[in-house]
């Protein structure tokens, strides 16, 4: 099994970032029906006035090779182009477990 986390850091103001984190959580939780290989995915959304990221998810997947399959799927690709325009920065570690 692989465990695919990811943080991202948004622009604009705080309740933009919110509006982007909320509306990109509900996107990426809706995957597992769609992508065979995510058997699951969690999104937290930072509440911590203090830190600078956003967002993060962890998403399980069997081998590495899902990790690519995952990421290049259409519904993730969807997903993600809900951050065009407001990612700063993103920062990732995929391991095996």
Same mark, same amino acid.
């Given at each position: &099994?692989?465990? !695919?986390?990811? %943080?991202?850091? @948004? %622009?604009?103001? /705080?309740?933009? *970032? @919110?509006?982007? /984190?909320? *509306?990109?959580?509900? /996107? =990426?939780?809706? =995957? ?17 006035? $203090? ?5 993060? =998810? $962890?998403?399980?997947?069997? $081998? &590495?090779?899902?990790?690519? $399959?995952?990421?290049? !799927?259409? +519904? !993730? ?5 809900? @951050? +065009?325009? !407001?990612?700063?920065? *993103? ?7």
């Amino acid at each position: &099994m692989v465990k !695919h986390i990811v %943080t991202f850091q @948004l %622009t604009g103001s /705080a309740e933009q *970032r @919110l509006d982007v /984190a909320r *509306r990109f959580k509900d /996107a =990426l939780l809706a =995957l597992p029906g769609k992508i065979d290989v995510l058997q699951s995915i969690e999104v937290g959304i930072n509440q911590n006035p $203090t830190e600078d990221w956003d967002v993060v =998810l $962890t998403a399980i997947v069997p $081998t &590495m090779a899902d990790v690519a $399959t995952y990421a290049g !799927h259409p +519904a !993730h690709v969807a997903a993600a182009g809900l @951050l +065009a325009g !407001h990612k700063a920065a *993103r920062a990732c570690v995929d391991y095996e477990f």
